[in-house]
Every structure is written in C-alpha cells, then in structure tokens.
C-alpha cells in the first residue's frame, strides 16, 4: 500500500464507517475492509478507477465532488477521507463542512504550497513553482486551490473545526526533527483528522 495510505489507515478504528471522497482505484478501501473490517464506500468520477474498484470488491459511486454531497443524510458516517483532493475541488470551504455534516470526523490531505523549494522558485525564477509534490505546469494542473498548512488552519479556525491531529511529512513520507519545528516551511504532504466544531459535536 502506498506510503500516505499506510498513515492514513492508522488512523482509521476497525469496524468504521467510512467514505472515500475521489478514492481512485480503491486501494485504501479495500484494505481497510479486509484487515480492519470497515464498511466502507468510495466516489469516483474516473471510469477507469471505478472499475479498478469493483474488480477489488469496492463500493463505489461514480460521483463529481464538485456537485456536493448533498445525496448523503447526516450522520451516515463515523470518518470521510479525502486524500490529495482538497486542491482540487472548486469550493473545498463547502466542501469540508459537507464532509463533517455526512461524517461524525474526516481526514484531509493535501500537498503543501509553502515548502521552501516553491517559495525560492518564485523569488528567483518568478515562476509557478513545479516541485515533485507540484509536478504540473501551471497550464495543465489539476490542482486549483493552492493552499499552505498556514491557510488550511486558518480556514479552520474561521469554521469553527476542531484539529484533533495533524501529521506532517517530507516528499519520501518521513517526519524529521525539523519538520515538526518548521512545517509550513519544510513538510511537504499534511495529514489533518478533524472534527465538528464543539457546539455541533455529538
């Protein structure tokens, strides 16, 4: 299993409930079905990866997260994850609410905006940065919303969501002492669990 899937089942309890916003080819899922028990669904937009999906035994919808998620009642699960999508969704604001409405917490993760490589591309190249954890150009990037770990905590912060954890790592997955002093400037991928703000906790 993929390196940032490993971190992201430790955090997951046997027996969850679980949604998987744009899953891919249900790796994660299928995983976690057979060695935590999880009873879990995938959305997925790309046919290929549904397939994928169905041939591991994978619940999945085919579903743009673009158009909401508005088809799911509240409460119907205990965690939503959405791995490296967040950049890439016209409005993840509403969407991250939508995710803690549907599920009780969720995992998001994303790649980092601010790591020094991009902030020295852009002051001495004046280019958008391309950077192994940002490898397209500027003109065919399937990421929109660009963020740092700084923005993403402060949009939290402004919704009221409560940051149980957070994990930060470097390109290769690893935490390094310096990571941890310095994570805006030197992680690379973040691994936030949230919850509901306290008012609206259960």
Same mark, same amino acid.
């Given at each position: 299993m993929r390196a940032d899937l490993r971190i992201i089942s430790d955090l997951i309890s046997p027996g969850a409930r679980v949604l998987d916003l744009g899953c891919g080819t249900g790796? =994660?899922?299928?995983?976690?079905?057979?060695?935590?028990?999880?009873?879990?669904?995938?959305l997925e937009i790309d046919p290929t990866n549904?397939?994928?999906? =169905?041939?591991?035994?994978?619940?999945? =919808?085919?579903?743009?997260?673009d158009d909401g998620? /508005? #088809?799911?009642?509240?409460?119907?699960?205990?965690?939503?994850v959405m791995t490296e999508t967040l950049q890439a969704v016209k409005r993840p604001d509403v969407l991250l609410g939508e995710m =803690?409405? %549907? /599920?009780?917490?969720?995992?998001?993760?994303?790649?980092?905006?601010?790591?020094?490589?991009?902030?020295?591309?852009l002051m001495l190249r004046g280019r958008m940065p391309i950077a192994r954890h940002l490898p397209?150009?500027?003109?065919?990037?399937? #990421? %929109?919303?660009?963020?740092?770990? %700084?923005?993403?905590?402060?949009?939290?912060?402004?919704? /009221?969501?409560?940051?149980i954890e957070r994990f930060v790592v470097d390109a290769s997955h690893a935490n390094p002492p310096i %990571?941890?002093?310095?994570?805006?400037?030197?992680?690379?991928?973040?691994?936030?669990?949230?919850?509901?703000?306290?008012?609206?906790?259960?």
């Open positions: 790796e =994660l899922l299928a995983w976690l079905q057979t060695h935590k028990q999880v009873n879990g669904y995938g549904i397939t994928a999906c =169905l041939a591991q035994g994978v619940n999945v =919808l085919e579903q743009n997260l998620l /508005g #088809n799911f009642s509240s409460d119907s699960f205990d965690l939503v =803690l409405r %549907i /599920g009780r917490e969720c995992i998001v993760t994303f790649p980092n905006f601010g790591h020094w490589r991009c902030r020295l591309q397209h150009a500027w003109y065919d990037t399937p #990421n %929109i919303r660009l963020c740092t770990f %700084i923005d993403f905590e402060r949009l939290c912060r402004e919704r /009221g969501v409560r940051i %990571i941890n002093r310095f994570p805006n400037v030197f992680g690379t991928y973040a691994f936030y669990r949230l919850g509901r703000p306290t008012s609206a906790a259960h």
